[in-house]
């Protein structure tokens, strides 16, 4: 496979960017990633023309593929054209933000920033400035952005910064504990219980392999931050508006949290996040409450149009079942291959989300430790030396999980497989 201009590029970016990339987790595709010219669909196609079926889809936003319906380019380029942005209120973010209070029943006000990060940055603010309180309960794992607060590894007992530049004073307020384990939980709330704000989880552990929750894994969460008077807040930045449909996945799991962070969907490709939930508890915003939360391009004109026609297109058409049917083909076509030729490895996912885990029992995660244990190191061989030398861009390393567009079709599926067959 010819990558000279992906090389080239490299090497440019590598002079005036850190590592090369805006984003760390792009340079994890050694010797370099490839660098993309378009998307088509399903598929992108490189700088040297080289094409793949993409199951990244730009880290899960693009829940329609590359080419976005005609309504939902005339709401980009209307808004970009007219515009692009004011620095004071339009239409289309309260049709955004109404369209998500119709469908999401946690949510009853919501506001709108720019990324994942901003998103559960400012629910954390909020949670503290609520309740009054300082801590938050994590799992060891979970992935809620770039942020001081959650940038943190440790257990009930002693935490530590996961990244450089983080004060140990901001990590002594989170408290890590392992996604499934009740017991963990009812320690920390033990130990903490008075300063505990919030409780912040993934509804599925979806930046860690993906992990499924045990049955009623969020029920005893919901009950426990109640009997504590601490809040709920669950992390949809990649489940919103793909797992459960417009519902989000509290629908598929019938919990309602008191506070939802959102993005990659909502904003139909563009920079986006979004904090919703209890309006007694989004009132604690400011301008009408005491917990500071602003942005210049917080409420973007042409991302609230990217993501407003996004999802009235998905509720028009058939979008989650198309999904959702490729998503149950991989699952259960990687599930038959892994069984016959790596019946250790386990198959992970719902809805339009799958993984194959380098598992060494067979045995689904039941948290991030168990996908730590297993064979990692495949991914590198495996992944980026056999899946995309057969022009298949998945995921770019063991953690990041993938997912199924409406661009996607079944011959993608099948050759799909057909790789994965040959890979593993
Ligand atoms: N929360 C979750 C669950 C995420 O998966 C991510 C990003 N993958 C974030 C927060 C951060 O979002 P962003 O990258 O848009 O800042």
Redesign the pocket.
């Known amino acids: 496979m010819n990558d000279d201009n992906s090389r080239a590029l490299y090497d440019r970016a590598l002079s005036v960017m850190p590592g090369g990339v805006n984003s760390a987790v792009r340079a994890a595709i050694e010797p370099y990633p490839f660098f993309v010219q378009k998307g088509d669909r399903g598929h992108v196609i490189d700088a040297d023309g080289n094409r793949y079926i993409d199951w990244v889809m730009g880290?899960?936003p693009l829940l329609l593929g590359h080419n976005l319906p005609e309504s939902v380019q005339a709401g980009i380029q209307q808004n970009a054209s007219e515009g692009p942005m004011y620095g004071t209120p339009t239409e289309i973010e309260v049709d955004l933000a109404e369209f998500v209070v119709r469908h999401v029943p946690s949510v009853e006000k919501i506001r709108f920033v720019n990324?994942?990060?901003?998103?559960?940055t400012s629910a954390v603010r909020l949670a503290r400035g609520y309740t009054g309180r300082n801590k938050i309960i994590v799992n060891q794992g979970?992935?809620?952005?770039?942020q001081d607060s959650t940038l943190v590894e440790g257990d009930v007992e002693s935490v530590a910064p996961s990244s450089a530049g983080v004060p140990q004073s901001v990590a002594e307020h989170t408290i890590p504990v392992p996604f499934n384990d009740e017991d963990a939980v009812r320690e920390a709330f033990e130990k903490h219980g008075d300063d505990i704000a919030a409780v912040m989880t993934?509804p599925i552990l979806?930046?860690y392999g993906i992990v499924d929750p045990d049955d009623g894994y969020h029920d005893f969460l919901r009950e426990i931050t109640d009997e504590h008077g601490s809040l709920l807040i669950f992390?949809e930045?990649?489940t919103g508006f793909r797992v459960g449909g417009l519902g989000c996945a509290q629908s598929e799991f019938g919990v309602t949290p008191d506070l939802t962070?959102f993005?990659?969907v909502i904003g139909g490709g563009f920079p986006v996040?979004a904090l919703g939930g209890r309006a007694e508890i989004m009132e604690q915003l400011a301008p009408s409450g005491p917990v500071f939360q602003a942005g210049t391009f917080s409420g973007h004109p042409v991302t609230m149009a990217a993501g407003l026609e996004t999802l009235q297109f998905a509720a028009a058409n058939n979008v989650y079942d198309h999904v959702n049917t490729l998503g149950d083909q991989l699952r259960s076509g990687l599930a038959d291959i892994v069984a016959d030729q790596a019946p250790e490895y386990t198959v992970a996912g719902t809805d339009s989300m799958f993984k194959v885990i380098f598992t060494r029992d067979g045995e689904a995660p039941k948290n991030a430790a168990d996908v730590k244990n297993a064979e990692t190191d495949r991914w590198r061989r495996v992944f980026w030396g056999q899946m995309k030398a057969q022009e298949v861009f998945l995921s770019q390393n063991q953690f990041e999980c993938q997912f199924v567009s409406y661009g996607h079709t079944e011959a993608d599926v099948e050759e799909t497989l057909e790789a994965y067959k040959h890979a593993l």
């Open positions: 880290l899960g990324s994942g990060t901003e998103a559960t979970g992935y809620h952005g770039a993934e979806a930046n992390d930045v990649i962070t993005g990659k996040g």
